[in-house]
């Protein structure tokens, strides 16, 4: 990396390329100078680095703006350049949605006005080009309120730039800025306030009342902005490094920044019902999503004591380090821990980092990221945040039973992969109290989930080791035993044992999968019927590829077709997965993956699956483990990704039938310009080329027609598929909805009545919930001061009885469901509301639903 790039990189850190100074003053200085000199070189590369650095490191945008500032004072015409590619980064980021484009596209030119680079009056222009856009959405009559989600974007974007240059603003553009404040608050005089139902994390029922009367994340901005306004504009977070270079960049040209436009709003439905708002409701929220939804999970005594705009920033550096440094994780730790600010962060670090593991409906980026994010961490700082994460493990399991259930099996698969990256230590005598608690209680379901993903992890002689100071947890442990074949030589009727020896042999002996179904069908269905011989050939098989992975990929593949001859439909398919769920009775994760497989090689369909996970002896583990859950999640997700891969391949299918539409176009022209042309042949003039070229451009012409209708009927086949995948993926989710209504209609009444939460179900909810909202972190290593180890919380007992736990379980899954594939089910909700949420149908149920979808409980357009 040329000197030049690797001082623009790194200003404003103690590295080596400064020498290890920290004096930000001199790294802008020597930074200055050698960019100075490489200008006249190198002025395009210095410009697009310089955008690039300031867009993907936005907290150093301060001194980017300063360097920019003093270039500046000499190089008006590149400074120029930096303003208009600035304003043409902005103007793309509004036309495609790219929040994060605008976001920092703002913040920069914020930055600039502080620089003395950017007339402060263009910048108002842009916010009241944004704001104007805002209101209009918004407006019932002009806009279409669905929309709301980018009118709010807009707001926050605005809001969002003002630490880093709101005093400059109101020192030299005071009415203007006044203006636009005074525009903000009149929109949020307007707009509806944004509920959190359906995507926060933990689930307090007994707060349904109160939502209301909570600042949605715009008002709370707002709110953190006007006391920035009345303490003077000061805070820590924001490194100044302009004033230090005051005097020379007043002397700077300023220069103005260009119109911009905002994108039309999409037109509102023709139908008014909540149906069709709902689905634009979705498709706004998905497009232009909130940031992030914090967990509190931290008494507000260990939040650093923070000004609540220092917060604010910080989050948003945190954000922006784990956004464009995702796939650097070393150097994504590095700049997490190493932040301009003058105070420490590790608890707002760490509960940025699980609200984002957390969020709803989905994490910007796969949960692993944020284990190696922590992991690193935990090692960069070795003396303060691996309490910090203890402390916040901590907090989480206190209101465990309030989690959401998708953010519990997140929860419940970071800690697991965690622990295992530090030899599976954790003090789990705290926890041994859950052993006194119901099998069906929240806090031991964890426990007994976390212990079961590390031995997956590992294996199960380690994980008994790492909880010998608690031994007693060791009856949470899943069963140390292999597979249970049935057949085997102690086992088993002695006929089926022979049948069962007699096909291994002749798997061993590598015979045909035609040559066992024909002895299935001559020597075993006869004599011994279809019951039998599915065991036999099931479990015979699964026990032959139980040696590891690859050996059941490669028996499925060779004999596959014998078991899709035994169970052509969803009856015997559902025996087929109860032979397997037996077989691997002692592995849940066996199991999942031996109904993964057959899933894929089509010997299962996704209908038996659900079909078989509702079962009557299925449906009372709902609430007591996740082994059901997660069968049901992957055959849901598979045919989701099945239709998200044809999606992407009929993208790239109408691209490539474009390409060989004007390759064959071109062909065909040159072909027709080439016959046109007259030719003098033994001095006579004929019409047409050279007959090698034609015969060259005739072939041309025809390879290139033939390839155009080659990739037209790949694209038409595609859509075929899709066609048909979407098809099926209807009758999954109806299927889904259907049974999740039948197992929970008798239930729910029994449970709940009509549908009415008791007033006291709060104290419910969670033991001794007055502890855990006041709990107390030691500070050396992140302990409840509390002591737990003696089991004194389980004193109490949890007093949610088993029906009404069981329903609390089914009822928040259904609410995982519909959020996580609200795409997928939007379609299709007409058909849902007259097949399965009829009248009749339970309130909680539908409750659950709306939720997941986050559509109005009532369909009327005043709701939105």
Not at 44 to 66: R, V
Not at 237 to 246: I, M, N
Not at 732 to 738: A, D, H, Q, T, V
Not at 774 to 789: C, F, I, V
Request: charged share 25%; net charge negative.
């Amino acid at each position: 990396m040329s000197s030049w790039r690797a001082l623009i990189l790194r200003i404003g850190e103690k590295c080596p390329e400064y020498g290890g100074a920290t004096d930000s003053k001199d790294h802008i200085e020597t930074c200055f100078g050698v960019v100075r000199r490489e200008l006249e070189h190198s002025g395009n590369d210095i410009l697009d680095f310089l955008l690039q650095c300031a867009e993907q490191l936005p907290h150093k945008i301060p001194f980017y703006g300063t360097v920019v500032g003093l270039l500046n004072l000499e190089y008006e015409d590149f400074v120029k350049k930096v303003v208009e590619k600035t304003q043409t980064n902005l103007q793309d980021a509004l036309d495609s949605g790219d929040c994060n484009g605008i976001r920092i596209c703002l913040r920069f030119l914020t930055v600039l006005i502080c620089s003395k680079v950017l007339q402060p009056s263009s910048l108002v222009v842009v916010f009241e080009t944004l704001l104007s856009s805002a209101a209009t959405t918004v407006d019932e009559e002009k806009g279409n309120p669905a929309w709301q989600a980018r009118a709010d974007f807009y707001i926050t974007s605005i809001l969002s730039c003002l630490p880093w240059g709101g005093s400059e603003l109101v020192e030299q553009v005071p009415e203007e800025i006044e203006r636009v404040l005074v525009g903000i608050e009149a929109y949020l005089s307007i707009r509806r306030r944004v509920s959190e139902i359906g995507l926060s994390a933990f689930k307090e029922l007994d707060k349904t009342d109160k939502v209301c009367d909570e600042k949605d994340f715009l008002e709370d901005l707002w709110r953190r902005i006007q006391d920035l306004s009345n303490t003077g504009w000061k805070l820590a977070s924001v490194p100044r490094p302009h004033l230090s270079f005051e005097a020379q960049l007043v002397a700077g040209k300023s220069h103005d920044l260009g119109p911009i436009s905002c994108p039309e709003q999409p037109d509102p439905p023709a139908g008014l019902s909540g149906a069709t708002l709902g689905r634009q409701k979705h498709d706004a929220e998905l497009k232009y999503p909130q940031r992030i939804r914090r967990l509190n999970i931290f008494p507000a005594n260990k939040i650093e004591d923070l000004q609540p705009m220092d917060r604010f920033v910080v989050e948003e550096y945190l954000l922006d380090v784990l956004l464009f440094l995702n796939g650097c994780r070393k150097e994504c730790a590095s700049y997490m821990v190493g932040l301009p600010v003058p105070f420490r962060y590790e608890y707002l670090m760490a509960e940025t980092i699980f609200s984002q593991l957390l969020l709803l409906p989905e994490p910007p980026f796969k949960p692993i990221y944020y284990t190696l994010v922590i992991m690193d961490l935990c090692k960069a700082l070795p003396g303060a945040f691996p309490a910090v994460v203890a402390g916040a493990v901590r907090a989480l399991f206190d209101r465990i039973s309030e989690l959401d259930m998708e953010c519990r099996t997140r929860l419940i698969l970071w800690f697991s992969h965690h622990l295992s990256n530090f030899q599976f230590i954790w003090p789990w005598e705290e926890w041994a109290y859950v052993l006194d608690l119901p099998k069906w209680a929240p806090k031991r379901v964890f426990v007994q989930e976390v212990l079961e993903r590390e031995v997956r992890l590992s294996y199960w002689d380690k994980v008994k080791q790492s909880i010998e100071n608690a031994p007693a947890l060791e009856e949470l442990l899943p069963p140390k035993g292999g597979p249970d074949f049935k057949y085997s030589a102690e086992n088993g009727d002695k006929t089926e044992n022979a049948l069962s020896a007699e096909l291994n042999g002749m798997v061993k002996g590598r015979v045909t999968a035609r040559e066992i179904i024909v002895w299935m069908e001559e020597n075993v269905l006869p004599l011994h019927g279809i019951d039998v011989a599915l065991g036999v050939i099931v479990q015979t098989l699964l026990d032959i590829g139980s040696k590891s992975f690859t050996h059941l990929i490669t028996v499925l593949e060779r004999y596959g077709q014998v078991i899709a001859k035994m169970c052509p439909d969803q009856e015997k398919q559902m025996a087929l997965i109860g032979e397997v769920s037996s077989y691997w009775k002692n592995s849940a994760q066996m199991t999942a993956i031996a109904i993964d497989r057959m899933m894929s090689y089509r010997l299962i369909s996704n209908l038996a699956i659900v079909r078989w996970v509702f079962s009557t002896e299925n449906i009372e583990h709902f609430h007591t483990s996740d082994r059901l859950w997660e069968i049901l999640r992957n055959a849901v997700n598979k045919t989701y990704n099945r239709i998200c891969d044809l999606r992407k391949e009929i993208s790239s299918f109408k691209k490539s039938v474009v390409a060989a539409e004007l390759n064959a176009s071109k062909a065909k022209a040159e072909l027709d310009a080439a016959e046109s042309k007259l030719t003098l042949v033994d001095g006579e003039p004929v019409l047409g080329e050279n007959p090698v070229r034609m015969k060259r451009l005739k072939s041309y012409a025809e390879k290139a027609k033939e390839e155009e209708v080659s990739v037209r009927e790949s694209l038409e086949a595609k859509e075929a598929l899709l066609a048909r995948a979407v098809y099926e993926n209807e009758a999954l989710f109806l299927s889904l909805y259907k049974n999740f209504s039948k197992v929970l209609t008798d239930r729910l009444h029994d449970a709940y009545g009509d549908g009415v939460l008791q007033s006291n179900r709060a104290d419910e909810m969670a033991i001794d919930n007055e502890g855990s909202s006041a709990m107390e972190l030691d500070q050396e290593n992140g302990r409840p001061k509390k002591s737990l180890h003696d089991g004194g919380r389980a004193s109490n007992g949890y007093t949610i009885g088993e029906k009404e736990q069981w329903c609390l379980t089914t009822l928040g899954y259904v609410e995982a469901f519909s959020r996580q594939y609200a795409s997928e089910i939007w379609p299709h909700v007409e058909q849902l509301d007259a097949e399965v949420l009829t009248d009749d149908v339970h309130p909680l149920f539908r409750k659950a639903i709306y939720s997941g979808l986050r559509r109005p409980r009532c369909d009327l357009t005043s709701e939105y």
